[in-house]
């Protein structure tokens, strides 16, 4: 006898479960929760968790105002707000910092217009005086003073000084000697500068003047006969002369006077200068120049020298009448001239410059 195993049960023959039957078109099983608008409602801190302290509103809301941009950042990052409440303070801290901008730069136009007005700076007030200072300085230790305003400097209008009147220093008192016949004259004190030495002489025979230097370097001033009447230089070459020889026929007279009484020839176009006999001549010149020298009537020796800082200079040299030109140097500042005649008076004579 053969065994067959047991048939399986069929499970469309299974008796349906115990309950109502499901509704037609929905899905057997348990039902699935509900669904919730995730982006609408920020996630909320589980109970229990710890919220960071720059999470929370006091501190959003300290940042946004002491420090703006850290507040929108702590907004959009930390806050447990909803989207719709971070754009509008968002949008709101935007506003506020645009009018605060607009402001500012409204108050430094301002600033700069104040600045420029040159009538504000006219109004402005006045330093404190000194007087109000120290009063000032009673009650408080430290007083700083108001900025003062400058005013633009002022140029003066040149005023012009007159140069002071050259100092002259007075002329040498004159000195007059007088005699006859041959003498010796011993003057008040060796001479060591140039001098002038007029003399006249009355007789009819040899007449002739030498000033004695301590050196026995003598100088011959006069050497004439007869009558005569001149000026000659004395001591321009330089020592000291301590006597004046006189070799005379009859009364003579001697006098010793400044150097800058002679007569002056200017040194300029067209000036002239008239003489008679023996005479010296101021001449200042400055640059080497023509002179124009005649002696028409003299008979006897005619010379003129050029007395400066060098040795002089012989500009004629001439015995009877003259007429010429010569060239005089630039540094000359007197002029002698020795004119003489046989007999008579003594000879005219003219320079002239060119």
């Known amino acids: ?76 990052a930390a806050a447990r707000w909803t989207t719709k409440t971070k754009g509008v303070v968002t949008a709101a801290v935007v506003v506020l910092a645009i009018g605060f901008a607009a402001v500012g730069a409204a108050e430094d136009d301002d600033t700069l217009v104040a600045a420029s007005d040159p009538e504000a700076t006219e109004d402005a007030e006045e330093p404190p005086t000194t007087a109000e200072a120290a009063d000032d300085a009673v009650d408080v230790p430290t007083t700083t003073a108001a900025p003062t305003t400058t005013a633009a400097p002022t140029t003066a209008a040149p005023t012009t000084t007159e140069p002071p009147p050259p100092t002259t220093e007075p002329l040498v008192a004159e000195e007059t000697y007088s005699g006859s016949g041959d003498s010796i004259v011993t003057l008040p004190g060796p001479l060591d500068d140039a001098r002038l030495l007029t003399a006249v002489h009355e007789g009819d025979s040899n007449f002739a003047v030498r000033a004695l230097r301590d050196t026995g370097r003598d100088e011959l001033l006069v050497n004439t006969i007869g009558a005569y009447r001149g000026t000659t230089a004395l001591n321009f070459d330089g020592g000291q002369v301590s006597m004046l020889e006189v070799n005379a026929s009859g009364p003579w007279t001697l006098t010793v006077a400044d150097v800058r009484s002679a007569p002056e020839l200017a040194a300029e176009e067209g000036a002239r200068i008239d003489g008679q006999g023996d005479s010296v001549v101021m001449f200042v010149n400055d640059t080497r120049r023509p002179l124009d020298i005649a002696c028409p009537g003299c008979e006897s020796n005619f010379a003129v020298r050029g007395w400066g800082p060098r040795r002089p200079s012989l500009l004629v040299n001439d015995i009877g009448a003259y007429d010429g030109t010569v060239l005089a140097d630039a540094d000359i500042v007197l002029l002698e001239i020795t004119a003489s005649t046989r007999r008579g008076p003594a000879p005219a004579w003219s320079i002239t410059v060119p």
Do not use: K, R
Not at 4 to 15: F, G, Q, R, T, V
Not at 46 to 72: H, Q, R
């Open 1 to 76: 006898m053969s065994t067959e195993p047991p048939a399986s049960p069929d499970p469309a023959a299974s008796p349906p479960p115990a309950g109502p039957p499901p509704p037609t078109g929905q899905p057997i099983g348990p039902p699935p929760p509900p669904t919730a608008n995730v982006a609408a409602a920020p996630p909320q801190p589980i109970d229990g968790e710890p919220v960071p302290w720059y999470a929370t509103n006091v501190a959003v809301i300290v940042s946004l105002l002491f420090c703006f941009p850290v507040g929108l950042i702590l907004v959009w």
